[in-house]
């Protein structure tokens, strides 16, 4: 990840790079390390650049003039920079390494065995990209995109909004409210960058913030996300349960109430950390000293329940 933000991304900590990367310039990041439930390791991460505008801002001069020099040089950006369909077989054969080995797995076109100069071509790259994001890319309808519909009564829905159907043939503004609708070519496949798909070859997903709905959104998952717990409450419950129980089986009859509280306490916290879920892959994180995050800033701790106090007796609120 840090050849990633270097390389690809130009991010310079000491913002003294102009030249910036395949986004621009770099003003800021973060990112936090997320392990699936297989166990394998991606990353969420959020990217501010340079001179770029809030959403609120955005709108306004959307509202202003859609037709104006600003939105028509927004929308050419971020048509370059993020894409959704799959891209074209080259009009002339070729053959690649991604044609015979999994995409994810070779690294771009040069391979041993394959004629180098054939490879370099834009005809080869063409070809790999394809693959590419055939293989990552193009998502295929399973039980998770319906885990959350309740029974047959009400229309199934992909929970992650990707469906055929959704289409929009080029990106603009709505010039009443300055709403910024994106260009949608193929339903089913995620977004994603071509340098950067090419460059990690995995599946990816990147989204323009564009409206201060989209903003609270993505706030609301990060949030909810670095705060969430990895152990489920009913999970908790039943280890606490099993460690009075086994605590009640011994016989503590000539030990202090102390001693049974710290030993009940202790059991407690035994029982719930071993049922902590950690993938082999975070363990081998960990114990290599490796990132579990990713930021270009240092912050200070917000806490929310003192603050929230504070505010409350300066301003009652009859709702809380």
Not at 170 to 180: K, Q, S
């Amino acid at each position: 990840l840090r050849s990633f933000l270097s390389a690809l991304l130009g991010y310079d900590p000491s913002q003294e790079n102009l030249t910036g990367g395949i986004l621009g310039v770099v003003k800021a990041h973060y990112g936090c390390i997320e392990a699936q439930g297989r166990g394998s390791l991606h990353c969420h991460m959020m990217i501010w650049l340079e001179g770029g505008l809030n959403p609120n801002e955005i709108k306004q001069r959307a509202i202003e003039d859609p037709e104006s020099d600003f939105c028509a040089r927004l929308i050419q950006f971020l048509d370059e920079s993020i894409s959704n369909s799959v891209p074209p077989l080259p009009n002339e054969p070729v053959h690649v390494p991604s044609d015979d080995k999994h995409p994810c797995s070779v690294r771009g076109t040069i391979m041993e065995g394959f004629d180098r100069s054939t490879m370099t071509s834009e005809t080869a790259k063409q070809k790999d990209v394809h693959n590419l994001v055939m293989k990552c890319q193009v998502h295929t309808h399973s039980g998770t995109c319906y885990k959350y519909c309740k029974g047959n009564t009400h229309p199934k829905q992909c929970r992650f909004g990707l469906d055929a159907s959704n289409t929009e043939p080029i990106t603009y503004f709505n010039p009443a409210n300055g709403e910024l609708t994106l260009r949608c070519l193929d339903g089913l496949v995620n977004n994603f960058n071509e340098f950067i798909i090419r460059a990690i070859r995995c599946n990816m997903d990147i989204k323009f913030i564009g409206s201060g709905a989209s903003a609270k959104a993505v706030l609301y998952y990060i949030t909810n996300y670095i705060t969430k717990s990895q152990l489920k409450a009913h999970v908790a419950f039943a280890a606490l349960e099993r460690a009075v129980t086994r605590l009640n089986e011994q016989d503590v009859d000539d030990d202090p109430l102390t001693v049974r509280a710290k030993k009940l306490l202790q059991k407690c916290a035994y029982m719930m950390i071993s049922q902590q879920e950690l993938s082999a892959q975070q363990v081998c994180t960990h114990l290599l000293g490796l990132e579990d995050h990713f930021t270009s800033h240092s912050y200070r701790n917000f806490y929310w329940i003192s603050i929230e106090r504070f505010l409350d007796s300066q301003v009652p609120s009859p709702e809380c």
